[in-house]
C-alpha cells in the first residue's frame, strides 16, 4: 500500500529510525540459528537433487552462504542469486553426462574424464562463485584446454575487441559457433565462468568438429529450477538468440553501440565493458533490461554502481536489479531517474515516489538496517517524495518487516521471484 506522508511524518519517521538502536540491541534480531530447517531459506528443489544436495547455510551480513555437496566435492555458494545460477548448471551438467553415457561413450569419457580427473582444480570451482577471476584463470589456465586465452583484465587492444580478449576457447569460427550452438541447446552461458561448464561445451563442440554434428543434442526437455518472474520472456529470446548467434567481436560491437545510444559517456562505458567480473552474457542481459526502460534518465548512475563490484556476488546483484528495475516500470510504475546516494541505487517514479533497490538475501533488524531508514528518511523527507518503497530479492525478518510496516515503508520483498 502506497502512503502519502507529510513533512512532520518523515521527521518523526527520521528521529524513530535514528533512536532504534537501543531496542535491537537489547533483543538482537536472529535471522537464522542452527535448527532453522533449510527449506524455510530454499525451496526443496534448490535443497536437493539427484546431483547436489545443500548441507549447510550461514549468513555473513545480509547474505546466505552455502554448503553443498555435489558429485565430485563439496563446495561454498554465497548469495542465493548465485546458488540458483550454479544449481543449474549442476543440474544441466549432470543431465548431459548421464544421457552422454546412454548415447555416446566417447564424448562421455573425454566429458566426465576431464572432469574427474581435474577435480583439485576445476570441480571445486563448478558450485562456488568466484571471487576473483583473474584468480580463476590463474588457477586454470593450464589446465581447461585453452579454455581461456588471456586474463580477463588484459588490457584493450585495437586489433581485438575485449571479448576475444577476455578469451572462449578456440578462436576457430567453427569451433565457436558449434559451442554457441551447445550452449543454447542445452540452456547453458557459454560465457560462463564456471570451469566445468566451459569442459562440458569443449568436449562437445571437438566431437561436432570432428564431424559428429549430432553429438550431445538434448533428448527430452531439460530440467530447470524455479525460473525468476524478472525474466521477460521477448527479452530473454532477444538475448538467447544474440548470445547464438554472434561471435565475440560482433557481441561486443552490438553491446558497445547500445550503450552508446543509451547516451552512456564512453569513458564509462568502455570501464564497464572491459570489468573483468562482468562476462559478455552479463553484460548482454544488463543492457537489454535496461533498454526495454524507454526515456530513464540518469542510466549513468546505474553503471557507475556496477563498476563497484569487488566479486562475482555483486556482478550478479547487478544483473538482478537491471532485471528489477524492468520488472517494476512495467509491473509497477514507470520509473524516470536513477540516482547512487550512500551506495544504494535508487530510483524515482513517475508518481513521484522514492524506491530503494537494496542487496541482500536477508534483511533482519540490526543498527545498518535502522541506519539505512533513516538516510533514506531524511532524504524523502527533503525531497517530498509521497512515499519510500524498498524493493529487495531477498527477504525481510518477521520484526524487519514489522518495524518497517509501523513506519508505513512500503516492502516489495523476494522481489521477482
Not at 551480513?61 to 550454479?86: K, Q, S
Amino acid at each position: 500500500m502506497n502512503s502519502h506522508y507529510s513533512r512532520p511524518f518523515f521527521t518523526l519517521l527520521s528521529l524513530f529510525a535514528m533512536s532504534a538502536v537501543s531496542a535491537f540491541e537489547a533483543a538482537p534480531d536472529t535471522p537464522i540459528t542452527e535448527d532453522t530447517p533449510i527449506t524455510e531459506i530454499i525451496s526443496p528443489q534448490q535443497a536437493e537433487s539427484a546431483y547436489h544436495k545443500v548441507e549447510g547455510v550461514q549468513l555473513t551480513g545480509r547474505d546466505y552462504e552455502f554448503y553443498v555437496e555435489t558429485a565430485f566435492a563439496g563446495h561454498t555458494i554465497h548469495t542465493l542469486p548465485l546458488l540458483r545460477d550454479r544449481i543449474q548448471e549442476i543440474t544441466i551438467v549432470g543431465a548431459a553426462l548421464s544421457q552422454f553415457a546412454r548415447q555416446n561413450q566417447h564424448a562421455l569419457d573425454e566429458a566426465h574424464g576431464q572432469l574427474m580427473l581435474r577435480a583439485d582444480s576445476v570441480i571445486d570451482i563448478i558450485a562456488r562463485p568466484i571471487q576473483s577471476v583473474t584468480h580463476l584463470v590463474g588457477q586454470a589456465a593450464e589446465n581447461l584446454d585453452q579454455t581461456f586465452t588471456a586474463p580477463f583484465n588484459a588490457p584493450p587492444n585495437a586489433e581485438q575487441s575485449p571479448y576475444r580478449l577476455r578469451g572462449q576457447g578456440s578462436l576457430d569460427a567453427a569451433f565457436t559457433r558449434h559451442k554457441r550452438n551447445i550452449a543454447s541447446q542445452w540452456g547453458l552461458d557459454v560465457y560462463s565462468h564456471n570451469p566445468e561448464v566451459q569442459e562440458f561445451l569443449n568436449a562437445v563442440a571437438h566431437q561436432r568438429s570432428a564431424g559428429a554434428i549430432s553429438a550431445g543434442l538434448p533428448s527430452g526437455g531439460l530440467s530447470r529450477v524455479e525460473k525468476s518472474k524478472l525474466e521477460d520472456q521477448a527479452i530473454e529470446r532477444e538475448i538467447k538468440s544474440s548470445l547464438r548467434n554472434l561471435n565475440m567481436d560482433q557481441l561486443y560491437l552490438s553491446n558497445h553501440s547500445k550503450l552508446t545510444a543509451m547516451g552512456l559517456p564512453s569513458a564509462i562505458r568502455d570501464r564497464f565493458l572491459q570489468h573483468p567480473l562482468y562476462s559478455p552474457s552479463y553484460q548482454t542481459r544488463i543492457i537489454y533490461y535496461l533498454k526495454a526502460i524507454p526515456d530513464l534518465h540518469n542510466i549513468t548512475a546505474f553503471f557507475f554502481a556496477a563498476l563497484q563490484a569487488n566479486n562475482l556476488s555483486d556482478a550478479r546483484a547487478v544483473l538482478e536489479q537491471a532485471r528489477q528495475l524492468a520488472y517494476y516500470h512495467h509491473h509497477h510504475a514507470q520509473l524516470r531517474l536513477l540516482s547512487l546516494t550512500d551506495g544504494q541505487l535508487q530510483a524515482i517514479s513517475t508518481d513521484n515516489a522514492l524506491i530503494v533497490f537494496s542487496r541482500g538475501d536477508i534483511f533482519h533488524w540490526d543498527q545498518d538496517t535502522a541506519d539505512m531508514l533513516a538516510a533514506i528518511s531524511q532524504r524523502a523527507e527533503e525531497a517530498g517524495f509521497h512515499s519510500v518503497q524498498i524493493v529487495a530479492s531477498g527477504r525481510f525478518t518477521v520484526r524487519a518487516r514489522a518495524e518497517l510496516a509501523r513506519q508505513q515503508f512500503t516492502i516489495f520483498e523476494t522481489f521477482g521471484l
